[in-house]
């Protein structure tokens, strides 16, 4: 299917960028019949900015080939997030390059007294977001009486961040007769009444696959240990060697520890959060798009309205709240007919939320460990072999140093110097441990669910009566292997920091540990027999210089446990408390002829009267 045709201008701009084949957006629209108001639902990233541009050129131009004098806006169209508007403004500059549009963006963080005078000297066609628009309304800097046509693009995103009333107050501002194009990810409810309120007879378009996830997106899930999310981060950027990857955390202080961390590492990155000013996104922004940057950490919040050239790799760090924040991080990547894949790094503890977010989304994601280092190095030596094969030809010059080379060296060596500089500039890989417990897929929705399929990640099952009584730990498993901890009573060794740094060590949960004894300068403890082989791996990767753990026999009777020390009591005169020396129990004074109790007699008051009370003279 060719393009089809829509404005001469516009079909002259399509063509030189390359359009071919509408997206089934962009043919939606087009086959739209007249000025219809539109509300379309459509997936991030599929190609809507050029729909709606399009959409709106019969109305803006009629049958002119070019606009006229700028005046008062003619279009109005408004974006959630000032990298969107800019974004849109960036597409439509190119759309509507041949027609002589004049157009100007309106959005927070920028000069708003720049944004005034050319407000003033007219404009075709304003971008902007609801706050600013709504300022330079009140402000009288900006006139909507000649507004042929707004837009609301991301109208989901508009209402979760909270501009209701400012979209509600710009649009009563713009003549009833306008038409009106509404487009959003999906129709909620609050969606359906801004439609209602402010649309007249409007096209329903829904281009979008109900309860069916992004089909340009690969959906991994890596199972990682707790304490190793990360390194599973550094892994999975060096696995894919991504142009472009954007890594999402929750809060801002892990996006500046984050960001640190691969910055040591020797990875090209940046930061987005909310605390930085306009200048700063920009210029990180603009890092990333010229390709200085190659990995950037960001918030859900400051992400939003991102739309970066060739990122192909989303990265969870952290694991999404629900549904909707899953979609949105993963739709940065797969636009626009690019393939893109999104890796959710789920913690041992975490895979059953992972698990019910995939079936909310209907995703069926592969479940595969962290990638390894071997294997990572494995893939560089097929990247730089590949790389190597496709050199640009060599100018006479170039060619002659390397004649003067090989008199010099044999090919081997300038070959294996050749690769050693290209691999000087990749990060190294981590050593990660991988149990085998991410490798164990799960069935996808509507499969039966068995039991037996679940392996050691479920709760066992437990009668609903008659439970018996719970055992102590002690002795709580029968078949149990022992291990030793260089770490006893000596160092101030304790359970309650004990156990959990032999589960954050082993790679095992509280259930998998029996008995622990703790001796004067050692502890003793037991694992259970199926986790026994896995722990013993892992606490040899995660050793540490001043822990060691090895396994042990059981103890024995001449295994002594070393007592708890209690507080040293306090010095006092006879060092028996502070007192002196204590009477023996039963020890009493012997009667001194105390004379025997005798009631006293009832309290009578004051002499004079009552009390509380003075007579009063005659």
């Not at 003549?175 to 009444?193: G, H, N, Q, Y």
């Not at 790799?313 to 629900?322: D, K, S």
């Not at 496709?390 to 010059?397: D, N, Q, R, S």
């Not at 009477?583 to 009552?610: L, S, T």
């Amino acid at each position: 299917m060719t393009f089809p045709a829509s404005h001469p201008a516009l079909d002259a701009a399509l063509l030189e960028r390359g359009y071919e084949v509408p997206t089934p957006v962009q043919s939606a629209v087009l086959e739209a019949e007249g000025d219809r108001d539109l509300l379309v639902s459509a997936q991030t990233g599929s190609g809507k900015t050029v729909a709606f541009g399009i959409a709106m050129a019969g109305t803006l131009l009629g049958d002119a080939e070019r606009f006229g004098r700028a005046d008062a806006p003619l279009a109005l169209i408004i974006a959630p997030t000032r990298e969107l508007a800019i974004q849109v403004q960036r597409e439509l500059t190119w759309l509507y390059a041949k027609t002589g549009a004049k157009i100007v963006s309106c959005v927070g963080g920028m000069d708003a007294r720049a944004e005034a005078r050319a407000l003033n000297t007219g404009a075709h066609i304003v971008v902007g977001t609801p706050g600013r628009l709504r300022d330079h309304l009140e402000r009288g800097n900006l006139e909507l009486g000649s507004a042929r046509a707004v837009v609301l693009d991301e109208a989901d995103e508009m209402l979760d961040l909270g501009f209701r009333e400012d979209l509600e107050f710009i649009l009563e501002a713009a003549p009833p007769e306008r038409r009106t194009l509404l487009f959003s990810a999906t129709i909620a409810k609050d969606i359906a009444v801004l439609a209602r309120r402010f649309q007249n007879d409007a096209l329903r378009i829904d281009t979008t696959t109900r309860d069916q996830p992004h089909g340009d997106i690969d959906y991994r899930a890596v199972r990682v240990a707790p304490n190793e999310i990360e390194h599973a981060v550094v892994n999975v950027l060096r696995y894919f060697e991504a142009p472009g990857a954007l890594v999402f955390c929750h809060t801002r202080e892990a996006v500046r520890h984050l960001q640190a961390s691969l910055k040591e590492r020797g990875f090209a990155v940046v930061g987005l959060s909310g605390e930085l000013s306009q200048r700063e996104r920009s210029d990180a922004l603009q890092a990333l798009r010229d390709g200085h940057a190659r990995v950037c950490v960001a918030t859900d919040v400051a992400a939003r309205g991102l739309d970066l050239p060739d990122l192909g790799l989303v990265i969870h760090a952290e694991l999404p709240q629900n549904k909707a924040t899953l979609m949105h991080r993963s739709g940065r990547t797969g636009r626009a007919g690019r393939k893109g894949t999104a890796v959710l790094i789920v913690p041992y503890t975490r895979r059953r939320k992972a698990e019910m977010l995939f079936a909310s989304a209907n995703i069926d994601a592969g479940w595969s460990g962290p990638p390894g280092a071997d294997e990572i190095r494995e893939r560089d030596k097929a990247r730089l072999l590949e790389t190597a094969m496709t050199f640009e030809p060599v100018g006479e010059e170039d060619m002659a140093l390397g004649k003067l080379l090989l008199e010099q060296k044999s090919p081997e060596e300038i070959a294996g110097a050749f690769m050693r500089l290209q691999r000087g500039g990749l990060p190294e890989p981590e050593e990660l441990y991988d149990d085998g417990r991410g490798a164990d897929p799960r069935p996808s929705k509507g499969a039966p669910r068995e039991r037996a399929d679940r392996g050691d990640y479920d709760r066992p099952e437990r009668p609903a009566y008659d439970r018996p009584d719970r055992t102590p730990r002690e002795g709580a498993m029968s078949d149990g292997i022992w291990f030793r901890l260089n770490v006893g009573r000596g160092k101030n060794a304790d359970p309650k920091w004990i156990l959990p740094m032999i589960c954050r060590l082993g790679h095992v949960t509280k259930k998998d540990v029996g008995s622990i004894r703790i001796f004067e300068n050692e502890t003793k403890f037991e694992i259970s027999a199926e986790a026994s082989v896995r722990f013993a791996e892992a606490a040899r990767a995660t050793s540490r210089d001043d822990v060691k753990i090895e396994p042990s026999m059981a103890p024995g009777e001449n295994d002594v446990r070393a007592p708890r020390r209690p507080a040293p009591r306090p010095a006092t005169r006879s060092g028996a408390g502070p007192g002196g020396p204590r009477k023996p129990y039963g020890e009493k004074k012997p009667f001194e002829g105390k004379k025997p109790f005798d009631k006293k007699p009832p309290f009578k008051g004051p002499p004079g009267g009552k009390p509380g009370f003075k007579k009063r003279k005659p």
